[in-house]
């Protein structure tokens, strides 16, 4: 079988090919040094909005390593920014964005609609992408969930806490709802535009999950997934990624997501025997490990596949995106390990 049905298969529940698929978040970046080369020359920002560039960063990790799938190069960031609130990164790391949302008319003044005409350029990128995988990959498309958009978009940018976004979200309910409600309108567009460009599957990125209150949950969070989930085409799956406890996780399956990302705090043997059979699970392998060394990355994978062995829905992955300081020998490790698991 090749990458892409794999990839299929796992997400419905039906791999048989031996080994999962296996694939890592946050593919590209400071680690490769072919990324860092283009990086000298283009900005984040100018990469994410040049398709020919977009889909270069994309497909540099397949040329070095044999995964089973691409995640487009993109950013979470463009749903915002194709409302009318620019972004960029700080010299020291983390994000700026260019306003704050902090009023009902800053909230009026966002403009939600004609998402697709907006964000053609990522559209773009994957008609390159789809074209250059063929059969042989799968493709995937990701956006950010609203309320971790949310976040971003009042503080204005990276937040120990977001604690502006807490204050607002607990005192004026009716107005916070009322951004999550546009943010998700831009997002169900989005993700029609990248079913329409043939991705695979689309990851949902709920990073900042776990500061809502158990009792806001669902509404400041899920109750939006869950539409953006019930609104996506029934022919594309849905990745739900959250650094959520396994409690947690149960609500999350609640949203009937095809598959969940589980972070690597959480037993992933457990994870299986408490959740939904017919859920996917993603992961979920410490990304420090990939700072480490060959061999030991070699015997992390394949005791985390020996837990999963038979598993007809288990795609493999970092329980985290992968860091800068990850070495290419452990990428390839894991990668390999992966792809040899169960032949011998």
Request: proline share 5%.
């Amino acid at each position: 079988m090749k990458g892409r049905a794999i990839l299929k298969a796992a997400l419905k529940g039906e791999n048989n090919a031996g080994r999962p698929p296996i694939w890592v978040m946050r593919q590209a970046g400071r680690y490769l040094p072919e990324y860092r080369s283009l990086k000298e020359k283009y900005s984040f920002v100018e990469m994410v909005r040049t398709p020919d560039l977009a889909s270069e960063v994309t497909l540099q990790p397949l040329r070095r390593f044999s995964l089973d799938a691409a995640i487009m190069f993109s950013d979470i960031l463009v749903i915002p920014e194709a409302m009318g609130q620019e972004y960029t990164f700080r010299p020291a790391g983390g994000i700026e964005m260019k306003q704050k949302i902090r009023s009902e008319a800053c909230i009026n003044a966002l403009n939600s609609d004609d998402i697709a005409e907006r964000l053609s350029y990522v559209g773009e990128t994957l008609k390159i992408l789809r074209k250059e995988l063929g059969e042989d990959y799968g493709l995937l498309g990701f956006c950010g969930s609203p309320w971790t958009l949310a976040c971003y978009m009042i503080e204005g940018g990276s937040a120990h806490g977001f604690p502006t976004t807490m204050e607002w979200a607990q005192k004026s309910p009716k107005s916070f709802s009322a951004l999550l409600e546009k943010i998700t309108d831009a997002l169900e567009q989005y993700i029609l535009l990248q079913a329409e460009c043939g991705i695979d599957a689309l990851q949902i990125f709920d990073s900042w999950q776990a500061l809502c209150p158990d009792q806001n949950l669902w509404n400041w969070s899920l109750k939006w997934i869950d539409r953006l989930v019930k609104s996506s085409p029934d022919t594309l799956p849905i990745i739900v990624y959250a650094n959520s406890s396994l409690a947690r996780l149960k609500i999350i399956s609640q949203t009937g997501c095809n598959a969940i990302g589980v972070h690597h705090h959480v037993d992933l043997k457990e994870a299986r025997r408490e959740l939904p059979g017919n859920l996917t699970l993603q992961g979920n392998l410490a990304p420090e490990i990939m700072e480490t060394d060959a061999i030991s990355v070699k015997n992390e994978t394949e005791t985390l596949l020996t837990d999963m062995k038979d598993d007809p829905a288990h795609i493999m992955n970092l329980g985290h995106g992968i860091r800068p300081n990850a070495k290419i020998e452990c990428m390839q490790a894991l990668v390999d390990s992966t792809i040899n698991f169960g032949s011998s």
